[in-house]
């Protein structure tokens, strides 16, 4: 290998001599520092978003204990803040699936949606189940929260009226404090990886193989905003892959009226993150922006920060005219929705097909031999 | 010139030169294949898709579930077979057909390699690799040292098209101009060591780009000639091992760097086979019987119409694509066989959408539910994958019971760093449309211009 090394750097040589005549202006491109792009991912955006929802989380657990040693009404709305909260917050970490969070699937133990209520009450009655089950995952979650605190009744007197029931109450409050437990439980643990070890084998990991935490990171925000914006926000409830609306499958269906937050908190957060702003702040650090952008003084193309940008914008212009109830929206003018999921889509073109080209970053690691 | 061919066809060299390239050959296949089949590739390539990309004509050639497996092992038996000389000619043939199935059984994994693997096993097929320092000749107890010297410059000629072909390929302005793909590549690999940080600078990509292209297009002729051969041979070296550190490109450096080997003069060979008797105890000095190999005639017959064809065909078959319009690297019609090695990036997105003819009802298909990532890296860029594609979900929607099914495709693709532009026609119905050797007229045409071969 040395050996090897050594006729590398000569060939090398030889070739800057051969080609030192020419007259290459050899503009001054310095090199990209992809390290740092890494700790302003790590430190500025995605520690501390950890960190706000972990906060949000621990208030939900509160919210919820309150609940349960005094069951009424008005805990139940301080609860469904609380929840709202949280499910907010959350929007800004789910596409970090990376890490301990890939390790636990820690998105699909918290967001799966739609829920099954069937399961839910199943499970309430029996007051057996393992959460920690993959089989499990459509019974727990924000979406089984949202069931359990907005969806049993369509008044607050009936809903504080599961949790106070003489015989099957404390079933409601086992279930509903468990399901808090465990969410709060699997955010530490994300967080505490992320403010343990992790963070610096993230931040050292700064390669080029399909296993580098660029690779891995860039493959999780387009999945994301493939997978979990467009198609699971917008997309499937507008029936685009269907053929008819399903009004039933919108994020927050029971609480009905948060799901347009949550989509544009999702948005807000993919378009922060691809602009690399830190979190809560309108500082800006090294991203897939600023990285693109020094590609391009490479190669000298379109300007593709500049498209993807804008078009983060268009979708979000589109999408301010929604109903703040999506489920409402696909019933009443599924059209406003589909021509969201279209410019959502024209977004998937730049960041799937350019950006992906212009960083050289293999889709999903694609492990065969190339030509 | 009848008389100066017959005269040719009568020279002898030494057997060793192809008895050395036939073991190597047998044991770099099998090094292949037990890399493949540890990798969990054929399981992950050819057990778990649900779907297949077939070559046109060859649908019938598919992946057999876990028999897929014993093609794989007869392939790698045959492999061993060949290296140790045992059987050859019924090991060969069983190696030729066996690769060449698993080539066939989805276009998804073509490679350039794999390809040059299938044909030149076709080739061997016919030289008598086995008349020296084989198992077949010691079991005999004939051997030959002295064969034609056809049987050996066969090989050379078929490296040489493939190098020679490949450096024409690069005669192209996006190669040279622009310095593209390399210039895309190189920059993400700043993490190699010592040469990383080279690898950001524009006059590295183009000293890459015009060194690659004068190495393919001389490389032949200066392995050929004896005073420039060893030099030859460290550029060999020094090419493929650099590209085996910049790209993933698996076992076919290696393979490549010992078939150079077939270049060089029969002392060479014969100190390899030396270290071989010595390491392995079958003594090579009984197979020194300074015999010469005479081919029937009757076998030669057939032999010299076979191989003029098999050339004529290696020559012609990569120029094609002048039959087609349209710029090749976007329609890809004649581009594959062709030894054009490296020289796209090219990305692409297709979202299929099934409309009901009568009623306009329409949804979008995921291609998660029918494609591995890897076929639909490979089937958004093609058009006949994009072709075959749509023809498969058409059927399975009618099998589905959804009634008048049309297929449209909203695709994208970006070529050598160009802003990715629409690629098929939006508005034709790929449910209607026939694979064939003709132009495929629902090709957006390329916006831009590529000069050059």
Redesign the interface.
């Given at each position: 290998m040395k050996r090897?090394?050594f006729?590398?750097?000569v060939?090398?040589v030889l070739?800057?001599v051969?080609?030192s005549s020419?007259d290459?202006s050899?503009?001054a491109?310095d090199?990209?520092d992809?390290k740092t792009l890494l700790e302003n991912i790590a430190d500025n955006i995605v520690i501390p978003a950890y960190q706000s929802f972990s906060v949000d989380m621990a208030a939900l657990r509160t919210a919820t204990s309150d609940f349960v040693s005094t069951t009424d009404e008005s805990n139940l709305v301080e609860l469904r803040q609380a929840w709202s909260t949280a499910f907010v917050s959350w929007q800004s970490v789910s596409m970090f699936e990376i890490g301990k969070a890939e390790e636990i699937s820690f998105r699909n133990f918290m967001n799966v949606y739609p829920v099954s209520s069937t399961n839910i009450e199943t499970n309430i009655s029996s007051g057996t189940y393992d959460l920690t089950s993959v089989s499990q995952q459509d019974e727990q979650g924000f979406g089984s929260l949202d069931f359990l605190i907005n969806g049993l009744s369509d008044s607050d007197t009936a809903i504080v009226g599961f949790y106070t029931d003489a015989t099957t109450g404390v079933n409601y409050e086992n279930y509903l404090t468990d399901l808090v437990t465990r969410m709060d439980d699997m955010t530490s643990e994300v967080l505490n990886d992320w403010t343990g070890d992790f963070r610096d084998s993230f931040v050292n990991n700064?390669?080029?193989s399909a296993t580098?935490s660029l690779d891995k990171l860039v493959n999780d925000f387009i999945f994301h905003y493939e997978k979990h914006l467009r198609?699971g926000k917008i997309?499937i409830p507008a029936?685009?892959?269907?053929?008819?609306p399903l009004d039933d499958r919108v994020e927050a269906i029971y609480k009905g009226d948060l799901s347009k937050t949550l989509f544009n908190a999702n948005l807000d957060a993919l378009q922060d993150f691809f602009n690399g702003k830190h979190f809560t702040s309108n500082t800006t650090g090294q991203s897939l922006k600023t990285y693109l952008d020094f590609?391009n003084t490479?190669?000298d193309?379109?300007d593709?920060s500049n498209?993807i940008n804008n078009q983060f914008n268009t979708a979000r212009t589109i999408a301010t005219n929604l109903n703040e109830d999506f489920s409402e929206q696909v019933r009443t003018n599924n059209s406003l929705m589909l021509n969201t999921y279209d410019e959502l889509?024209k977004n998937?073109?730049?960041l799937?097909?350019?950006m992906?080209?212009?960083?050289?970053?293999?889709?999903?690691?694609?492990?065969?031999?190339?030509? | 010139m009848k008389f100066q061919l017959n005269e040719y066809f009568k020279k002898n060299t030494e057997a060793a030169p192809l008895a050395v390239f036939r073991i190597f050959f047998g044991l770099m296949m099998l090094i292949s294949i037990i890399r493949f089949w540890s990798?969990g590739?054929i399981d992950k390539?050819y057990i778990q898709p649900t779907f297949f990309f077939s070559y046109y004509g060859f649908d019938f050639i598919k992946p057999i579930g876990n028999y897929t497996y014993v093609i794989f092992l007869l392939c790698a038996i045959s492999a061993i077979f060949v290296m140790i000389g045992y059987k050859y000619r019924l090991a060969i043939i069983v190696f030729f057909l066996s690769f060449t199935y698993i080539e066939l059984m989805d276009k998804t994994?073509y490679?350039?390699?794999y390809y040059f693997i299938s044909i030149l096993s076709f080739l061997l097929i016919f030289l008598p690799a086995n008349s020296y320092y084989s198992l077949d000749a010691k079991l005999k107890g004939v051997s030959f040292q002295k064969i034609p010297s056809w049987t050996i410059d066969v090989i050379k000629l078929l490296l040489g098209i493939v190098y020679f072909y490949a450096g024409l390929a690069k005669l192209n302005s996006d190669w040279l101009v622009?310095a593209?793909p390399l210039?895309?590549?190189l920059?993400?690999?700043?993490?190699i060591?010592?040469?990383g940080?080279?690898m950001?600078?524009?006059?590295?990509h183009?000293?890459?780009s015009y060194?690659g292209a004068i190495y393919d297009l001389t490389i032949p002729f200066l392995l050929l000639f004896r005073k420039t051969r060893i030099f030859a041979f460290i550029m060999v070296v020094?090419f493929h091992?650099?590209t085996r550190?910049l790209?993933?490109?698996?076992?076919?450096p290696y393979i490549m760097i010992v078939g150079a080997l077939i270049f060089f003069e029969s002392n060479i060979h014969h100190k390899i086979l030396q270290f071989i008797s010595r390491v392995s105890g079958v003594k090579k000095v009984t197979f020194d019987t300074n015999e010469i190999l005479n081919i029937q005639s009757r076998r030669v017959k057939i032999i010299k119409p076979v191989l003029g064809v098999f050339f004529v065909i290696q020559l012609l078959l990569p120029f094609r694509y002048v039959l087609y319009p349209g710029e090749l690297f976007w329609t890809e019609e004649g581009y594959r066989f062709s030894w054009r090695?490296?020289l796209m990036?090219k990305?692409?997105?297709a979202?299929f959408k099934i409309v009901n003819e009568k009623t306009g009802?329409?949804?979008?298909?995921?291609n998660d539910d029918f494609l591995t990532?890897?076929q639909?890296?490979q089937m958004a860029t093609q058009p006949d994958f994009i072709l075959e594609y749509a023809n498969y979900l058409k059927s399975h929607f009618e099998k589905q019971g959804h009634q008048n099914v049309q297929v449209f495709v909203e695709s994208?693709?970006?070529l050598n760093?160009?802003?990715?532009s629409q690629y098929i026609d939006p508005k034709v119905d790929l449910g209607k449309q026939k694979e064939s050797f003709k132009h495929k007229t629902w090709i957006i045409p390329f916006k831009d211009e590529i000069k050059g071969l």
């Open positions: 090897f090394r006729l590398t750097v060939v090398l070739l800057a051969a080609c020419s290459e050899g503009e491109t090199n990209f992809r700064s390669g080029s580098s198609a997309g029936g685009v892959f269907s053929g008819t590609l490479i190669k193309g379109e593709l498209l889509q998937v073109v730049f799937k097909v350019d992906l080209q212009a960083i050289a970053i293999n889709i999903d690691f694609v492990d065969a031999d190339g030509d | 990798y590739w390539l994994t490679l350039n390699h622009k593209m210039k895309i590549w920059p993400s690999k700043y993490d060591p010592l040469i940080d080279l950001q600078e524009q006059w590295v183009y000293a890459f060194t020094v091992v650099l550190v790209f993933p490109i698996g076992m076919f090695v490296m990036e990305a692409g997105y979202n009802q329409r949804f979008y298909v995921d990532p890897f639909q890296k994208y693709v970006a760093g160009r802003l990715s």
